[in-house]
């Protein structure tokens, strides 16, 4: 079984970064795919970053050129940078992982919570 626990939420001005990360503990996930949603009040949810089944990342149009993601393997956690931000992109940000080649989302962190005032 795996957990993962995100961190690094908070708030923020518009404009400002913040960096959340996505520990995963249990076991190792170098071979699950790494994605970042975000649900924003009485929105549906919403995925806004992954990687490809070869590794390149992937990010929605609202986001493309102001949030980055990345993983180190060998602290098995992934990261989500995010600058420029918007009110917005006011939501909790939830990491996910799938095996590759699969849609189902095998495990889901609890979420944090990402306030950006204008």
């Known amino acids: 079984q795996v957990q993962l626990v995100e961190s690094g939420g908070g708030l923020v001005q518009a404009g400002g970064s913040l960096r959340l990360s996505c520990a995963a503990s249990g076991r190792t996930v170098s071979s699950y795919v790494m994605n970042w949603f975000r649900q924003a009040p009485g929105k549906e949810r919403e995925l806004v970053a992954r990687?490809?089944?070869?590794?390149?990342?992937v990010y929605a149009e609202s986001v493309k050129g102001r949030f980055t993601i990345s993983r180190d393997n060998a602290k098995n956690t992934g990261y989500l940078q995010m600058t420029s931000l918007k009110p917005e992109d006011t939501a909790v940000y939830y990491c996910?992982?799938?095996?590759?080649?699969?849609?189902?989302?095998?495990?889901w962190g609890q979420g944090t919570q990402v306030t950006v005032s204008s």
């Open positions: 990687f490809t089944a070869g590794g390149s990342p």
């Open positions: 996910a992982l799938r095996q590759v080649g699969t849609t189902r989302y095998d495990y």
